[in-house]
């Protein structure tokens, strides 16, 4: 089955910095790659996506990239704000598998922190 | 509002006790999950469900039963609670055709003591 590792596990940047995180996928089938974010409390929500056809996208300060060779992808944020602090998910799936129901696969999260 | 929805949002109750958790959604999806996230925050997926019909089952032990009356609700049943189903549980749900975006659900803490 699908592998996602994700680094790294913390990260602490000055507000107004960037923030990288890196996600790895074993499975060169998946095609789907989502990315939420969840405060302390809260429920997981998509901030960004990105298929396998594509290799970067942006939305204001998020970024993600994918690199299908590598089998890896990232998300950037730029301009950190002390509210981007929270743990971050990447997850990867096979979209479109018949019998399947788009199983996502989470990597194990990064707790950012956003320091003033 | 639409949303997806769980019931309760706490739970703490004994070990060796059988609990049950709800969740709905009014986002007119034909696909949902349960998640378990553990005291290490990860996220790993138990169960789905596509118009009723059972499609993704992890390993999971057999103490815990999903069960889908329709498409918009998917209900867990979780027998002989044991101090290691503490978690919290998200619900979530998605149109399975476009199968991405999957939406959450508030989450159920549930304590085993």
């Known amino acids: 089955g699908e592998n996602v590792e994700q680094h790294p596990s913390t990260l602490s940047v000055q507000e107004g910095d960037s923030a990288v995180i890196k996600c790895t996928y074993s499975d060169s089938a998946s095609n789907y790659f989502p990315w939420y974010k969840q405060e302390l409390g809260k429920r997981p929500q998509l901030i960004i996506d990105?298929?396998?056809?594509?290799g970067e996208k942006k939305d204001q300060r998020i970024a993600v990239t994918l690199n299908k060779t590598a089998k890896h992808f990232s998300l950037h944020i730029t301009e950190t704000q002390p509210e981007d602090s929270a743990v971050y998910f990447c997850?990867?799936?096979?979209?479109?598998?018949?019998?399947?129901?788009?199983?996502?696969?989470f990597g194990t999260g990064t707790q950012l922190k956003v320091e003033l | 509002d639409t949303a997806v929805s769980q019931t309760p949002k706490y739970l703490v109750t004994q070990m060796g006790n059988d609990k049950s958790i709800k969740c709905e959604q009014n986002?007119?999806?034909?696909?949902m999950y349960w998640y378990k996230q553990d005291s290490k925050k990860f996220l790993k997926i138990m169960f789905s469900y596509n118009n009723k019909e059972l499609i993704i089952n992890e390993t999971v032990p057999n103490r815990f039963s999903p069960k889908s009356p329709d498409k918009a609700h998917l209900n867990l049943h979780i027998n002989s609670l044991e101090l290691g189903d503490s978690a919290v549980y998200f619900c979530?749900?998605?149109?399975?055709?476009?199968?991405?975006?999957?939406?959450f659900g508030p989450g159920t803490r549930l304590l085993v003591l």
């Open positions: 979530a749900s998605t149109f399975r055709s476009n199968g991405e975006t999957q939406y």
């Open positions: 990105i298929r396998s056809n594509v």
């Open positions: 986002l007119g999806h034909d696909t």
């Open positions: 997850a990867a799936s096979i979209m479109g598998l018949t019998g399947g129901g788009n199983k996502l696969t």
